[in-house]
C-alpha cells in the first residue's frame, strides 16, 4: 500500500496547457526568476486565479518595484548561519561544482521568494481591503528604471516527490516540518530541489533543528512576515489600482497561507542556509537602489574658512546688545 504524499494540487511546467504555460513564460520571463514557484503552480489548478492575480501583480514586476522591494526585504533580515569550511563539503562527497550548483538553488528561491511574498502580500491587502488610497512609495519610484535580469546559472530540473528515493523524501518531508506549527500539505519546492545532493539535505537537518527546538524558525518567520507587510503597504496601492474585477473567492485563502505561513518560513530557512556556502562561491545580492534624496540634500558643501564659526566681538559700549 503505498503511503499519501503530504501535497497541495499543483500544474508542474511540464504538465501545463498551453494557455498555463504561456502564462507560466510570462511569468519567468519578467520577474527574472528561472522557476514557477509553488504558490503560482497551486493558483494554476483555481479556476481564474492564476490569471487574474497575475494581471494585478506585472506591472509592479516589470517597473522593478516588486524588485526593489524584495530586496529590502532580504537586505534587513540579516539572517545567516556562519560559513561552513570546504573540507565539510568534501567529507560529505559535495565537490566544488556541486556547491556552486547548491548555491545557486538557494539564491534564485531567496530572490523568488523575497519578490513574490512583498507581491503577494500586496495583493492579499488589496483584497483585504487595506491597501491605502495613496500614492505611497518611501522606499522605490514606480518610474525607476527596470534592472536587467541577471544571467542566472541553470538549475537541475524539480524532482516530483514521487520520484524521491525512500530515505531521500522522508528527510525532505523532515526538513519541511521544522518551523511549522501544525501540519503542513505545502511541501517546500526549496527542500525538493536540494534533494539532488541527499548529503547536504542531512547537513542543513542537523543546522536547522536546534533553532527550531529553540522556536528561532518561527520568530524568523514572524519577523520576515511583518517585514514584508510594511514594504508591500505601498505596493498595494498601486495594485488597488489595477484590480480588475473582484477576485475569485478562492484566491485569499491561498494567499494568507502563502504570505503569512509558507514563504515567510522558507525565505527565512533560505538566508540561513545561504550563510552555510563558502563566501566565495556565495552569489552577490544585488544591492538596492534608494531613490533619489530630497533636494535640500544635494547642496554644494561649504568651505572650511565658511564653515568655521566665527567668533563674535564683544559690542563695543553705547551698542545694543
Same mark, same amino acid.
Given at each position: 500500500?503505498?503511503?499519501?504524499?503530504?501535497?497541495?494540487?499543483?500544474?508542474?511546467?511540464?504538465?501545463?496547457?498551453?494557455?498555463?504555460?504561456?502564462?507560466?513564460?510570462?511569468?519567468?520571463?519578467?520577474?527574472?526568476?528561472?522557476?514557477?514557484?509553488?504558490?503560482?503552480?497551486?493558483?494554476?489548478?483555481?479556476?481564474?486565479?492564476?490569471?487574474?492575480?497575475?494581471?494585478?501583480?506585472?506591472?509592479?514586476?516589470?517597473?522593478?518595484?516588486?524588485? @526593489?522591494?524584495?530586496? %529590502?526585504?532580504? *537586505?534587513?533580515? !540579516?539572517?545567516? &548561519?556562519? =560559513? +561552513?569550511?570546504? #573540507?565539510?563539503?568534501?567529507?560529505?562527497?559535495?565537490?566544488?561544482?556541486?556547491?556552486?550548483?547548491?548555491?545557486?538553488?538557494?539564491?534564485?528561491?531567496?530572490?523568488?521568494?523575497?519578490?513574490?511574498?512583498?507581491?503577494?502580500?500586496?495583493?492579499?491587502?488589496?483584497?483585504?481591503?487595506?491597501?491605502?488610497?495613496?500614492?505611497?512609495?518611501?522606499?522605490?519610484?514606480?518610474?525607476?528604471?527596470?534592472?536587467?535580469?541577471?544571467?542566472?546559472?541553470?538549475?537541475?530540473?524539480?524532482?516530483?516527490?514521487?520520484?524521491?528515493?525512500?530515505?531521500?523524501?522522508?528527510?525532505?518531508?523532515?526538513?519541511?516540518?521544522?518551523?511549522?506549527?501544525?501540519?503542513?500539505?505545502?511541501?517546500?519546492?526549496?527542500?525538493?530541489?536540494? @534533494?539532488?545532493?541527499? %548529503?547536504?539535505? *542531512?547537513?542543513? !537537518?542537523?543546522? &536547522?533543528? =536546534? +533553532?527550531?527546538? #529553540?522556536?528561532?524558525?518561527?520568530?524568523?518567520?514572524?519577523?520576515?512576515?511583518?517585514?514584508?507587510?510594511?514594504?508591500?503597504?505601498?505596493?498595494?496601492?498601486?495594485?488597488?489600482?489595477?484590480?480588475?474585477?473582484?477576485?475569485?473567492?478562492?484566491?485569499?485563502?491561498?494567499?494568507?497561507?502563502?504570505?503569512?505561513?509558507?514563504?515567510?518560513?522558507?525565505?527565512?530557512?533560505?538566508?540561513?542556509?545561504?550563510?552555510?556556502?563558502?563566501?566565495?562561491?556565495?552569489?552577490?545580492?544585488?544591492?538596492?537602489?534608494?531613490?533619489?534624496?530630497?533636494?535640500?540634500?544635494?547642496?554644494?558643501?561649504?568651505?572650511?574658512?565658511?564653515?568655521?564659526?566665527?567668533?563674535?566681538?564683544?559690542?563695543?559700549?553705547?551698542?545694543?546688545?
Amino acid at each position: 500500500m503505498t503511503r499519501a504524499l503530504p501535497s497541495i494540487p499543483e500544474i508542474s511546467e511540464a504538465a501545463a496547457d498551453l494557455r498555463t504555460r504561456a502564462l507560466y513564460d510570462d511569468i519567468k520571463r519578467v520577474t527574472g526568476i528561472p522557476v514557477v514557484n509553488l504558490v503560482y503552480r497551486h493558483l494554476a489548478t483555481l479556476p481564474g486565479a492564476l490569471p487574474w492575480a497575475w494581471r494585478v501583480l506585472r506591472d509592479g514586476y516589470a517597473t522593478g518595484d516588486v524588485a @526593489a522591494r524584495g530586496a %529590502a526585504l532580504r *537586505a534587513s533580515m !540579516g539572517a545567516r &548561519l556562519p =560559513p +561552513l569550511s570546504g #573540507a565539510s563539503f568534501r567529507l560529505l562527497g559535495l565537490d566544488k561544482r556541486a556547491i556552486e550548483d547548491i548555491g545557486a538553488v538557494i539564491e534564485t528561491y531567496n530572490t523568488g521568494n523575497a519578490l513574490n511574498l512583498v507581491a503577494l502580500t500586496a495583493l492579499r491587502l488589496v483584497i483585504e481591503g487595506r491597501a491605502r488610497r495613496r500614492q505611497g512609495a518611501e522606499l522605490v519610484e514606480a518610474a525607476a528604471p527596470t534592472p536587467a535580469p541577471r544571467r542566472r546559472r541553470a538549475l537541475m530540473p524539480l524532482p516530483p516527490l514521487a520520484a524521491l528515493p525512500p530515505s531521500v523524501l522522508e528527510q525532505v518531508l523532515w526538513l519541511n516540518r521544522l518551523g511549522e506549527t501544525r501540519a503542513s500539505k505545502e511541501v517546500a519546492s526549496l527542500y525538493r530541489h536540494l @534533494a539532488h545532493w541527499p %548529503a547536504y539535505l *542531512a547537513l542543513i !537537518g542537523g543546522l &536547522l533543528l =536546534p +533553532l527550531d527546538a #529553540a522556536g528561532e524558525l518561527t520568530r524568523l518567520r514572524d519577523r520576515v512576515r511583518r517585514e514584508a507587510e510594511r514594504l508591500a503597504l505601498p505596493l498595494a496601492a498601486r495594485l488597488a489600482r489595477a484590480a480588475p474585477s473582484a477576485p475569485p473567492a478562492a484566491l485569499l485563502p491561498v494567499l494568507t497561507r502563502f504570505t503569512t505561513a509558507v514563504i515567510p518560513k522558507m525565505l527565512g530557512v533560505g538566508l540561513l542556509l545561504a550563510g552555510t556556502l563558502p563566501r566565495s562561491l556565495v552569489p552577490r545580492v544585488p544591492r538596492l537602489k534608494r531613490p533619489a534624496a530630497a533636494p535640500h540634500a544635494h547642496r554644494k558643501p561649504r568651505s572650511r574658512a565658511v564653515r568655521r564659526t566665527r567668533r563674535r566681538s564683544p559690542p563695543r559700549r553705547g551698542q545694543p546688545h
